[in-house]
C-alpha cells in the first residue's frame, strides 16, 4: 500500500507553478510596501555588519603580527564586540518589523480565504470536507507566513554572501573562483531534494487535514455515537486517520532528515579543500596568512546562506504547499453565477420556474422541463416522497445551487441577474432541523436583523401561545442555546427558528418542516407562529405536518421531478389518488393526533 494512498488532492486544487505562487505572494505583500523597503533596508544593513565581521578579524591578525600588544587585542575584542551588539539591535528592529508585515498579510489573507469559504454556494459544502476546509484557513495560512519569515533570512545571508565575494574576489580571484565553482555542486545535489520535498510536504498537510475532519465530524456527532453505543468505533475511525497522518509525515521527516548531514558533508569538503589550496597558496606566497584566513572564516558565511537555502527548503516547500492550498481554496469556481447585479429592495413575491431543468450529477437529472407559478401570497405545499424534488425547488428558489437550463423568475425578473445578498434578504428559511448558534435565544432571533430592538422581539413572542414559550426558558430571551441549540427542546428550535423568519418580515418563506414528535401544545405555538408568517409571504413548504398541508391554498403533490397531482386538501382526498393514498399511509394518525391535541389545548 502507497504511503499517500487516499491523500489526493480535492477537486477544486490547482498547481501553481513557483513563478505564479511569488506573483501572487507579491500581490498579498503589494500594502505593505512602505514596511517592507524598511525590512529591506534593514537586511542589507545587517548583511554588511555580518560581512564586515571576518573582514574586521583578518584585518586586524594581520596588525597583530606587526604590533601584537594588550591594547591592541583589547581593541579588537571590544570592536567584535560592538559589531554584535549592533548587529543584534538591528535584526530585532528587522524581525519586528517581519513579524508585523507578516501578521497583517496572514490576517489578510487568512480573511480573503474565508469570505471565499462563506460565499461558497451549498453544493460546494455538500462535496468537500469542512473540517479539512477549516484547515487551510487556519494551519496553511500560518505555514505561509512561516515561509516568509524564512525567506528574508535567507535574503539577508544572500546579500552577506554576495558582498562577501565582491571583498574576497579582490584579495585573490583565484580561491574566489575556486569556491564559486563550488556552488554548482551544492545546487546540484541539493536540488534533488526539491521536488521530494514538496511532494511529501503536500501529502504531509493532506494527511494533517485528514486527521481534522475526522476529529470534525466525530466531535460534531459525538451525540449519535454514544446513543448507539459506538465509541470504540469512532475511536478506530480516528485512529486510522492518525496512523496514515503518522505514516505520512515519517516519510517525509526520512526525507528531510536527509538535507543537513549532506550539507554538513558538503560543507566540510569545501572547508578542507580551501585549507590545502589556501594554505598551499600561503606556501608559494600568493596571499598572506591573514588572508587565508579571512578564506577560511568567510566560507561559512559564503556558503552558509546556500545550504541554508536548502536546509530550509523544506519550510520553504511546505510554505509554497500552503499558499497553494489556500490560494486553491480562494480561486476555486463558483458553481452559482449571477449575469447582474440588480438590487431586491421590495420584492412581491410572485415566482415562476419556466422549462427549468436540474441535476446534482450529469448522470441523475432531478427536475426536466420543470414549470411551476407560485402567485404572491400564495401558501404551497409540496407532498411527496422522498427525491421527489421537494427541497431542490426550494434550494434553487434560494439560488443555492445552480440549475442547467430554462429560467427562474421572481416577480417577473430572471433570479440570476438579482445582487445575492439583497435577493436572500427577501427569503426567509427554515431548514428542517434548525441550526441555532452559540448565544442567547435573543441573540439567534434577531440574527437576520441585527438592529432588531428586544422590545420588538418580546412583543412578536408574546403573539405565539401569549408568550408561554418564553416562560418555560430559564431566562427568557436571555436565555442560552447551547452548542447547536443543544440546550433547548427540538420544539423551543422550531419556535426560534420561526420567530427568526418573523422579525425578519421576508416576502418569501421558505419551510423544509421537521418531523420530529412534539406535545400538542408546542405544535398548537408552532402553527401559531407560522400562521404570523403565511399572512404576509409567499410560502413554500415542504410539508411533513397534516396541520400545515390542511392550511395551504394549493399543494402540489411530486414524483420523480414532476408534479402529478395539484389542489387544496379536500379536492385532492377527493381524487382518491397518489396524495390520498399518502393521506392514508402517513396522515391520517397525524389528524387524529392533532384534533385530539387541538381539543388539549382548548381545554
Known amino acids: 500500500m502507497s504511503f499517500f494512498a487516499g491523500l489526493d488532492a480535492e477537486k477544486y486544487d490547482r498547481e501553481y507553478t513557483d513563478k505564479e505562487l511569488l506573483s501572487r505572494i507579491a500581490g498579498n505583500f503589494s500594502p505593505q510596501r512602505k514596511r517592507m523597503m524598511q525590512i529591506s533596508f534593514l537586511v542589507l544593513i545587517v548583511a554588511l555588519i555580518s560581512a564586515s565581521t571576518p573582514m574586521i578579524i583578518s584585518r586586524s591578525l594581520k596588525e597583530l603580527e606587526t604590533r601584537p600588544t594588550m591594547d591592541a587585542i583589547l581593541l579588537i575584542g571590544g570592536g567584535v564586540f560592538l559589531i554584535g551588539v549592533l548587529n543584534w539591535g538591528i535584526n530585532w528592529m528587522r524581525r519586528a518589523l517581519t513579524a508585523r508585515a507578516i501578521g497583517d498579510v496572514v490576517l489578510n489573507l487568512r480573511t480573503s480565504a474565508f469570505r471565499a469559504t462563506a460565499e461558497h454556494d451549498l453544493s460546494f459544502y455538500d462535496k468537500f470536507s469542512s473540517g479539512k476546509i477549516v484547515s ?284 445575492l445578498p439583497s435577493y436572500r434578504r427577501q427569503l426567509g428559511i427554515v431548514s428542517q432541523v434548525p441550526f441555532l448558534f452559540s448565544g442567547t435565544v435573543a441573540e439567534n432571533i434577531r440574527y437576520a436583523r441585527p438592529e432588531a430592538t428586544e422590545t420588538e422581539i418580546l412583543k412578536m413572542a408574546r403573539k405565539i401561545g401569549d408568550g408561554e414559550w418564553l416562560d418555560t426558558l430559564p431566562d427568557g430571551l436571555d436565555s442560552k442555546v447551547g452548542e447547536r441549540g443543544a440546550r433547548l427542546s427540538m420544539g423551543q428550535r422550531q419556535l426560534v427558528a420561526l420567530m427568526r423568519v418573523l422579525i425578519q418580515n421576508p416576502a418569501i418563506f421558505i419551510l423544509d418542516e421537521a418531523t420530529a414528535s412534539i406535545d400538542p401544545f408546542t405544535e398548537w405555538q408552532i402553527q401559531q407562529a407560522l400562521n404570523l408568517i403565511l399572512e404576509n409571504t409567499t410560502s413554500i413548504l415542504i410539508a411533513h405536518r397534516l396541520s400545515t398541508i390542511k392550511s395551504a391554498d394549493k399543494i402540489l403533490v411530486m414524483e420523480n421531478g414532476g408534479i402529478i397531482e395539484e389542489g387544496n386538501h379536500d379536492n385532492l382526498l377527493a381524487q382518491e389518488g397518489h396524495y390520498a393514498e399518502l393521506y392514508n399511509t402517513y396522515f391520517r394518525h397525524q389528524s387524529l393526533a392533532y384534533i385530539e391535541g387541538q381539543g388539549a389545548v382548548i381545554r
Open 136 to 419: 487551510r484557513i487556519t494551519s496553511d495560512t500560518k505555514d505561509f507566513g512561516q515561509l516568509v519569515t524564512i525567506a528574508t533570512d535567507i535574503s539577508a545571508q544572500l546579500i552577506q554572501a554576495s558582498i562577501l565575494a565582491i571583498v574576497l574576489f579582490s584579495i585573490s580571484w583565484q580561491l574566489t573562483l575556486l569556491i564559486v565553482l563550488y556552488l554548482p555542486i551544492i545546487f546540484i545535489v541539493t536540488s534533488q531534494f526539491r521536488k521530494a520535498a514538496r511532494t511529501v510536504t503536500r501529502n504531509g498537510m493532506r494527511a494533517m487535514a485528514d486527521v481534522n475532519a475526522t476529529i470534525k465530524e466525530t466531535v460534531s456527532g459525538i451525540s449519535v455515537a454514544k446513543n448507539f453505543r459506538q465509541e470504540i468505533s469512532i475511536f478506530e475511525t480516528f485512529d486510522i486517520a492518525n496512523q496514515d497522518s503518522y505514516r505520512v509525515n515519517v516519510r517525509r521527516g526520512f526525507v528531510l532528515a536527509l538535507i543537513f548531514p549532506v550539507l554538513n558533508t558538503l560543507g566540510g569538503i569545501a572547508t578542507a579543500i580551501m585549507v590545502y589550496v589556501g594554505g598551499w597558496s600561503v606556501m608559494r606566497g600568493g596571499v598572506t596568512v591573514a588572508a587565508w584566513y579571512l578564506f577560511i572564516l568567510s566560507l561559512n558565511h559564503f556558503l552558509f546562506p546556500m545550504m541554508n537555502l536548502s536546509a530550509f527548503w523544506a519550510q520553504i516547500q511546505q510554505g509554497l504547499s500552503a499558499a497553494e492550498r489556500v490560494y486553491g481554496l480562494i480561486d476555486a469556481d463558483p458553481n452559482v453565477l449571477q449575469e447582474d447585479d440588480e438590487e431586491v429592495t421590495h420584492a412581491q413575491g410572485q415566482v415562476r420556474f419556466k422549462n427549468v431543468h436540474f441535476a446534482y450529477t450529469a448522470s441523475e437529472p432531478l427536475l426536466t422541463r420543470f414549470n411551476l407559478l407560485i402567485p404572491p401570497g400564495q401558501n404551497l405545499a409540496l407532498v411527496g416522497h422522498t427525491g421527489a424534488g421537494k427541497s431542490s425547488i426550494a434550494k434553487l428558489i434560494a439560488r443555492f445551487y445552480e440549475f442547467q437550463e430554462g429560467e427562474i423568475h421572481v416577480d417577473g425578473r430572471d433570479i440570476r441577474s438579482f445582487n
